[in-house]
T-cell receptor
Framework: EAGVTQFPSHSVIEKGQTVTLRCDPISGHDNLYWYRRVMGKEIKFLLHFVKESKQDESGMPNNRFLAERTGGTYSTLKVQPAELEDSGVYFC?????????????FGDGTRLSIL | AQSVTQPDIHITVSEGASLELRCNYSYGATPYLFWYVQSPGQGLQLLLKYFSGDTLVQGIKGFEAEFKRSQSSFNLRKPSVHWSDAAEYFCAVGARNAGNMLTFGGGTRLMVKP
């Protein structure tokens, strides 16, 4: 089966611009997660979708970040306007609906550089 | 709140030598525990997981990890390291609730000498 796919793999934009990251989860996975790793820091949780609903968005840094998952399939994460501190690697992960705990499968990440 | 500590930022071992990467966690109950590996230019790949039962878990690529509740540890081991094991390794804890978000350690970068 196809894994979690993220697009683009790299994005370089200037401060103040807008960028949209996309994640296609594994087919049939209801749970979709976004994480971020800022250089030199840990990978941090941003938010969690169950199908199209936001289950937990406690990790979103501020209101410049907007995540959507229309129709419960792919998800987008928009940063508007981008700031220098938003640079990092953004990971998406998906998992099946848990009957028991289901491990999360990660994409390759999007490396975002803000100049 | 849960937390994960990986005390070693960098480790260098010779090819063929044994390896142990340390992981300590803080969590109020028995956690779900994971090790992920990130090879250069790639995403996070699940090496192994602990949910319950046998405290010694086997993973892919010859790795194993042992859950020690008394020490709040989940160290990763491999008896003989290969050059292809050079990568960054992440320990993570998952909360036993509906969200199951992962909390990661800072990662350990493994270098392998020929």
């Amino acid at each position: 089966e196809a894994g979690v796919t993220q697009f683009p793999s790299h994005s370089v934009i200037e401060k103040g611009q807008t960028v949209t990251l996309r994640c296609d989860p594994i087919s049939g996975h209801d749970n979709l997660y976004w994480y971020r790793r800022v250089m030199g820091k840990e990978i941090k949780f941003l938010l969690h979708f169950v199908k199209e609903s936001k289950q937990d968005e406690s990790g979103m840094p501020n209101n410049r970040f907007l995540a959507e998952r229309t129709g419960g399939t792919y998800s987008t994460l928009k940063v508007q306007p981008a700031e220098l501190e938003d640079s990092g690697v953004y990971f998406c992960a998906s998992s099946q609906a848990p009957r028991n705990y289901q491990p999360q499968h990660f994409g390759d990440g999007t490396r975002l550089s803000i100049l | 709140a849960q937390s994960v500590t990986q005390p070693d930022i960098h480790i260098t071992v010779s090819e063929g030598a044994s390896l142990e990467l340390r992981c300590n966690y803080s969590y109020g109950a028995t956690p779900y525990l994971f090790w992920y590996v990130q090879s250069p230019g790639q995403g996070l790949q699940l090496l192994l997981k602990y949910f319950s039962g046998d405290t010694l878990v086997q993973g892919i690529k010859g790795f194993e990890a042992e859950f020690k509740r008394s020490q709040s540890s989940f160290n990763l081991r491999k008896p003989s390291v290969h050059w292809s094991d050079a990568a960054e390794y992440f320990c993570a804890v998952g909360a036993r609730n509906a969200g199951n978000m992962l909390t990661f350690g800072g990662g350990t970068r493994l270098m392998v000498k020929p």
